[in-house]
């Protein structure tokens, strides 16, 4: 019993990250696109490559309940004992078995079917040909035809290539916007397509990303002109944007609730946040009427530095006497958001994931601080703070 549950338990692994691939994986050559590399082509064939791609994929996903099955029997067969589940199965337990042989069978012909009927004609059958061939005009009178374009802007410098999860590439050539997914793909031509931007989450981690920091990403519209060619969605993160934007022929509709913010500038929320939550200062520190921060020179003064923190680790271990926030004996210069920015800006931006655990120096005094010595003074305290 228990080496079939061992076997199963891997067996759903193997097959979830063969969908799902790490950037792991990715690494050492682990997916499906890599180890059928000399039979996919060279990826500059853009078009050819897709092709082959999906269908090696499809057959492969198609192959793995199959393939579990073929293993549960040759086990069984060699081990009878150990791969018992029970003396006597229930009338249930076989049926459950037989139909999930039976269906995974079925699954894996009808994929075989499926792939024989896309490589048919030349692949003309291939969802991907028949996408191509809505995009023919008097010019390009076949789909191979605007493969050939496709494939001819793709080898050149100007495309761009923007990965948007694991199983979905967003690809910007000069006169078409592609987005790849794991069996059908989406394309229109630049000429005849309105984008638009409309929505902007935070995701904290995606199920398999090239990064697991938090990221923030942009919901883009993809409308064409022509009612021959669906819409499509595409997602990326904003810190693409701006290269996206560069290549479009056209400018993209940013709808009034979609904000693009910096790394910096979503920092600098979550700092005012962490600061919000420190002790305030007394009066005897107010900045005097006209007094400006020395960053923006837009309002005054607003926090100090005090040292608040433990001289502690994150194991509760001292922290020795070069690494221990120090007290400052500048009066009130910054306002919360410049110095926020400060503080990011003296941070590794491959350390972006512990910022706030970080420390840097005062501007003026170099001053050792944290976060936790960043105060509001008292009468200049956040309207959202003195209402909690």
């Known amino acids: ?30 997916t499906v696109n890599q180890l059928c590399t000399q039979y996919l082509s060279a990826e500059t064939d853009f078009v050819l490559y897709h092709l082959k791609a999906t269908s090696v994929k499809l057959l492969i996903h198609a192959a793995l309940p199959f393939g579990y099955v073929i293993f549960i029997w040759l086990m069984a067969w060699l081990n009878p004992e150990e791969m018992v589940m029970q003396q006597n199965p229930s009338f249930y337990a076989e049926t459950v078995w037989n139909l999930f042989c039976s ?7 009808v994929a075989l079917l499926t792939v024989f009927y896309w490589a048919t004609d030349g692949w003309s059958n291939h969802p991907f040909a028949k996408q191509l061939q809505l995009m023919t005009t008097p010019d390009l009178p076949d789909w191979r035809s605007v493969a050939t374009n496709i494939n001819d802007e793709y080898r050149r410098d100007t495309k761009i290539s923007i990965r948007s999860s694991t199983n979905s590439t967003l690809v910007v050539t000069e006169s078409w916007i592609i987005k790849t997914n794991m069996y059908v793909h989406n394309i229109v031509s630049q000429s005849e397509a309105h984008l638009a931007a409309y929505k902007v989450s935070i995701d904290t981690k995606e ?26 969605i595409i997602r990326i993160n904003t810190i693409h944007i701006r290269e996206l934007r560069d290549r479009l022929q056209r400018p993209m509709l940013v709808m009034p609730s979609v904000q693009f913010r910096t790394l910096t500038e979503r920092f600098v929320e979550v700092f005012k946040e ?27 003064p607003d926090v100090k530095i005090v040292k608040y923190c433990l001289d502690i680790d994150s194991n509760g271990a001292i922290l ?23 503080f990011a800006s003296q941070q590794r931006r491959a350390d972006r994931d512990t910022w706030l655990s970080k420390k840097t120096t005062c501007p003026m005094c170099r001053a050792r601080f944290c976060v936790r010595d960043v105060c509001y003074l008292e009468n200049r305290v956040p309207v959202q703070q003195t209402e909690e």
């Open 103 to 109: 269906g995974s069978g079925t699954v894996l012909i």
């Open 320 to 342: 020795p006497e070069s690494e221990r926030c120090q007290p400052c004996g500048c009066r009130p210069l910054w306002c919360v958001g410049c110095l926020a920015t400060w």
């Open 207 to 232: 199920v398999i990303t090239d990064t697991l920091e938090s990221a923030e990403f942009v919901n883009i519209l993809v409308k064409p002109q022509v009612t021959r060619v669906k819409p499509f």
């Open 1 to 30: 019993m228990v080496p079939l549950i061992i076997y199963s338990f891997i067996f759903v692994m193997l097959f979830f990250f063969t969908i799902f691939p790490t950037s792991e994986m990715e690494s050492v050559g682990l």
């Open 274 to 300: 962490e600061v919000a939550l420190n002790p305030t200062i007394a009066s005897m520190y107010v900045p005097e009427d006209g007094d400006c921060c020395l960053a923006c020179l837009q309002v005054q």
